[in-house]
């Protein structure tokens, strides 16, 4: 069995249940510190993070992810047991196999790897992991961020180990991730009788015409990386449950996943100005929950990009599809993150997996990364 693969399996039997860590950082911590690494644990909340550094100078790339994993949803329903890792036609299945315990796994073995090599690299490496991503992420990675711009860390590259990779392994880095951002629009009408119209005044009917408006709106061209922004309905509630009685509310939830084209206040200033056109009282609240970031093509991406078409022979690409991810914290206080890990149609699925064949390629991957940034000017 490869060390990856050992690692791997060591963290998929930790039922770390978000907010949970379960004791998965403090194995990364026992195989990190005699590497070099000073480890660091943040708590916030019910939440572990964990920030470990080898290395005082730069560049400065830092591996990013999580060991926190969804619920299994139904036990009954998963053919092996979700926390016990288990080898079956040629995957690994477990909860967290590929979201993302085998990403970190391959962190931490090609960073084994590359230290005992070249023990005296250029630069620093370090890792940023939490126990908060498939949660409410309130005191994961964005409380480690805040931490390390108030005491001026400098970031420099980013890899956060997501499963981005579609078909193949390696034929997708993403390079950054939409913004999202909801609001739930209040439109107040009178309630009556739905006999005596003229003594009510209908929510739905006043709300209709600028609903297809907001449908039908235009709200940016996109960019080179990014699609137009999109802005769809969720939800629509009206009505007290009687055929005749006119409501005297309607409630209307929205989101926006917005590109580097637009910005909250600007969507949020045209919605408004659309809105006030109409003959209607309204009221809307805004909750945003993570900014779009991009890193255009350049040094890290070049280098993951090498690394992939050395190992697998894939000629990858670069998306934003998707949704948010922690990059959108680390983009703040790094000028290059990016998001690369193994293929992700089973995450948070009955039955989660990952190919065995596509463990070890992927530790490597990360370890010729590491070589293409880090060795251009090796310490002697």
């Known amino acids: 069995m490869s060390k990856t693969l050992h690692l791997t399996e060591q963290l998929i039997a930790l039922d770390s249940v978000t907010p949970e860590d379960k004791g998965c950082q403090t194995t990364l911590i026992n195989l990190l510190t005699p590497l070099g690494f000073d480890c660091e644990t943040i708590l916030s909340g019910e939440v572990t993070n964990l920030w470990a550094r080898r290395g005082t100078q730069q560049p400065l790339l830092v591996f990013a992810g999580h060991t926190d994993v969804v619920p299994t949803g139904p036990i009954t329903q998963w053919h092996s047991q979700p926390f016990s890792p288990t080898h ?3 995957k690994l299945y477990g909860r967290g196999a590929a979201d993302m315990k085998t990403s970190i796994a391959a962190f931490v073995v090609a960073t084994e790897e590359f230290v005992t090599q070249h023990p005296n690299h250029n630069g620093s490496i370090a890792f940023l992991i939490t126990s908060d991503e498939e949660g409410p992420a309130t005191d994961g990675t964005v409380v480690v961020c805040n931490q390390l711009k108030a005491r001026g860390e400098q970031l420099d590259y980013c890899i956060v180990g997501e499963p981005t990779s579609n078909l193949v392994l390696g034929d997708t880095i993403k390079n950054g991730r939409r ?24 929510p739905i009917h006043l709300a209709a015409p600028a609903i297809a408006e907001l449908t039908q709106e235009v709200w940016d061209a996109g960019n080179a990386y990014y699609l137009p922004t999109s802005m769809q309905i969720s939800n629509m509630h009206a009505g007290t449950g009687a ?10 939830d929205f989101n926006f996943r917005f590109s580097t084209a637009s910005t909250e206040q600007g969507l949020q200033q045209r919605v408004h100005a659309l809105l006030d056109q109409h003959d209607f009282d309204y009221d809307i609240k805004w909750t945003v929950s993570g900014q779009p970031f991009l890193t255009p093509k350049g040094n890290l991406s070049d280098a993951l990009a090498l690394a992939i078409q050395k190992e697998t022979g894939v000629t990858t690409e670069l998306s934003t599809t998707g949704g948010t991810s922690d990059g959108r914290f680390i983009a703040k206080i790094c000028p290059q993150v990016v998001e690369f890990g193994p293929i992700n149609a089973s995450i948070h ?8 064949a ?23």
């Open 243 to 252: 055929s005749n009685v006119i409501p005297g509310e309607m409630v209307i």
């Open 349 to 356: 699925k009955i039955d989660e997996h990952i190919n065995l």
């Open 88 to 90: 079956r036609d040629g």
């Open 358 to 380: 596509d463990i070890d390629p992927l530790k490597n991957i990360y370890r010729r990364t590491l070589e293409n940034l880090l060795l251009t000017k090796e310490i002697t």
């Open 179 to 202: 913004g999202s951002m909801s609001g739930k629009l209040t439109i107040k009408g009178v309630q009556g009788h739905i006999a005596y119209p003229q003594l009510a005044k209908n």
